[in-house]
Antibody, heavy 121, light 108 residues
Framework: QVQLVESGGGLVKPGGSLRLSCAASGFTFSDYYMSWIRQAPGKGLEWVSYISSSGSTIYYAGSVKGRFTISRDNAKNSLYLQMNSLRAEDTAVYYC??????????????WGQGTLVTVSS | SFELTQPPSVSVSPGQTARITCSGDALPKQYAYWYQQKSGQAPVLVIYKDSERPSGIPERFSGSSSGTTVTLTISGVQAEDEADYYCQSADSSGTYVVFGGGTNLTVL
């Protein structure tokens, strides 16, 4: 069965950095687009970034562009999110999610359980 | 960029029909998708391509589209359907993904 397991969350000071990981199993990781989506405490979902199956196409939400970097290692079935210059407003649960590689369809059929990032002094 | 607008809350009694709307200018050009999120859990896809239901999702969940509004309908609501529901779509080029603000469904 498809499994996505995030790790790397924790408490970090404003201006600091953190790297999230997502370990994928139960499917051919290299065939799928992957994405990071976050949810601030008590708030709604916010798309952060996605990366194509090969890693050649990457997009970011405006709120994180220039500070966050998404990447993947298909040999390790892993997705990453490098977060720099963190701000209090980046505090959220970060979910890794799979996007089916079907043209013109932009949805997420499997989600991990999330990892909490708290940015506070 | 574009926005998707949902009502903050909807309340229904068990066995009734709940309808949750989502409005956005991009919706005639892009499909909409719906997720259910129960307290403390990750979201689950319940509708894709406006009206398709993934395997394992009960038939009481359905979706429809009309112009700039899409609707998630839950027929014969059960207590277990109490959750937050989010619509989602993408801009016309597929570059950006957007979620609606979410609707809290309360089963009275």
């Amino acid at each position: 069965q498809v499994q996505l397991v995030e790790s790397g969350g924790g408490l970090v000071k404003p201006g600091g950095s953190l790297r999230l990981s997502c370990a994928a199993s139960g499917f051919t990781f290299s065939d799928y687009y992957m994405s990071w989506i976050r949810q601030a405490p008590g708030k709604g979902l916010e798309w952060v970034s996605y990366i194509s199956s090969s890693g050649s196409t990457i997009y970011y939400a405006g709120s994180v562009k220039g500070r966050f970097t998404i990447s993947r290692d298909n040999a390790k079935n892993s997705l990453y999110l490098q977060m720099n210059s963190l701000r209090a407003e980046d505090t959220a649960v970060y979910y890794c999610a799979r996007r089916p590689t079907v043209a013109l369809l932009y949805y997420f059929d499997y989600w991990g359980q999330g990892t909490l990032v708290t940015v506070s002094s | 960029s574009f926005e998707l607008t949902q009502p903050p809350s909807v309340s229904v009694s068990p066995g009734q029909t709940a309808r949750i709307t989502c409005s956005g200018d991009a919706l005639p050009k892009q499909y909409a998708y719906w997720y259910q999120q129960k307290s403390g859990q990750a979201p689950v896809l319940v509708i894709y391509k406006d009206s398709e239901r993934p395997s394992g999702i009960p038939e009481r969940f359905s979706g429809s589209s009309s112009g700039t509004t899409v609707t998630l309908t839950i027929s014969g609501v059960q207590a277990e359907d109490e959750a937050d529901y989010y619509c989602q779509s993408a801009d016309s080029s597929g570059t950006y993904v957007v979620f609606g603000g979410g609707t809290n469904l309360t089963v009275l």
